[in-house]
Every structure is written in C-alpha cells, then in structure tokens.
C-alpha cells in the first residue's frame, strides 16, 4: 500500500508541500502519497489522530498548529524542545515523535545553497516568534561570534533567549547571544535574518543605515515576493535571498526522517522558482 503523509494547517490551499514531496518521492523512487489537509482551528489533535487512524504515516505542520503539535508529540527531538514547536510528526509503534526540521532548513539553505559559512560571523535575527524560535538553536550550532535578536518588544527577544534554554553571554559553540530592541542595534552584520511578519503587512521594521558590512547577505523568510527589507537591503549593497530555499530543505530534513533517504534539493528549488 502507498504510504501516505500531510500537510496540516489553516488556512493550507497555497501549501507548495504536496508538490514539494511528490517531487522528493518521484526522485527517489519511494511509493507514497502527500496531500494538504485543512484542520479546523479547534479541532488539530483530532484531524491527525484520524489521518493516523486511517493509516497516515506522517505528517508537516504549519500555521497556527506548531505548539499544538509539540503538546501533541509524546517524544521530541532537542531542536523541536528548544524551539517549543513542532512542524514535523513522525507516527511511530510506540508513540508520536515530534521535531522541528525549520533551523536545519535555513542553516542548510544559507550554507548550501547560498554559500554563507556561519562560523565565525555576526548574526542579526529580526523577530521572536515562532519562525524566529525555531532556527535559534541550528544557528548556534554553526559557531557563529554573535548571534543578536532584536524586536519590536525587546521583552520578547529576552524571553527567547531564555526559552532556548542559553543564557546570554557565552553560550553554545562559544558564540554570543544577546537580545533587544531595534534602538539597541550598533555596528555591521554578516547576516540578517527577516523572521519578523512585516513582510506579510508591507512594512519595513526601524533599521538604522550601516547595518550591512561589506558582503552581508540579507535573507527574508518570506518568498514569492520582493519584500520592504529586501529592498533595503538591496538598496545599502547587500546581497539577498529569500525563504523558498528554506522551505525546501526543511521538507528534505522531514522526508529523511521518514523515509530514511535525503532527496536533492536544488532540482526542486529550481523547479518552483521557475513555477
């Protein structure tokens, strides 16, 4: 019997996921099938124990479900305790695995597809909401000299470096994790990472000129538009990229949990872009 997987989310009709993994199993010659599935706002736990019922094997997780789904997981991988979300479940014989399979994505993205080693570089992260708390950790991993997250409420980027469990100073791989707000931003950036909604609205979030050093690359999660901060950003001489990449390899990170085989990304970046 062909296997079957899903995407669970509200609202989910734009999901690229099912063209994403039809893409991944005709590459790598797994039989499965993989569909969108719209979840009604109170009702999360309910559709996927019955996609499990009716044999689904596993399942992505987007908006607004992702904390749902890490209360829903009886086991977790470190990264989707870190970010306190999950948007990838694994149905195993002795419970539901839950992992958080974004960080990976974008570290994956920026190193592989964009070429950006991270060790060694200063690291703004724009945003502390889920799509920020997800990548904290994996950035950390790469051993970069500061991480900085700045937002709008400079509270929350504080509570973000406490939920990740890395008190600011010297945490992870020698690297320092600091928060604040935008008025506390001071010198140059390798890195900017746009986790922020803005782009969704149309705006630009308050940042001050010479935010960019020299070869920054300024990396929107947003795709499929040229947003506000990439306009900024491409206007000071930074280079730009954008979250399709991202999306992209974090399905691979899941697939692979899954199926046990990585799939090659740039085929199918390639493929969307030129979609």
Known sequence: ?????????????????????AAFAQQTGQDLSYEALLAPLDGFAAAVAEFQREGGRGANVTVPFKEQAFALAQRLSPRARAAGAVNTLKFEADGVFGDNTDGVGLVDDLTGNLGLALAG??????????????????????????????????????????QASLPAGRPAAGATLTAGGYDDLSGSFDLVINATAASL????????????????????????????????????GARCGDGLGMLVEQAAEAFCLWRGVRPATAPVIALLRAA
């Open 201 to 236: 609205a149309g705006d630009l979030p308050p940042l001050p000129a010479g935010l960019f050093a020299e070869g920054a690359l300024a990396y929107d999660m947003m795709y499929g538009r040229d947003t506000p901060f990439l306009s900024f950003a491409r206007a000071a």
């Open 1 to 21: 019997m062909t296997d079957r997987y899903a995407v669970f989310g509200n609202p989910i009709a734009h999901s690229k996921s099912p063209r994403i993994h």
């Open 121 to 162: 570089r200063r690291i703004l992260l724009m945003g502390a909401g889920g799509a920020a708390r997800g990548v904290v950790l994996p950035l950390l991993e790469q051993a970069p000299a500061e991480l900085f997250i700045v937002n709008r409420t400079a509270a929350k980027a504080y509570e973000l470096v406490a």
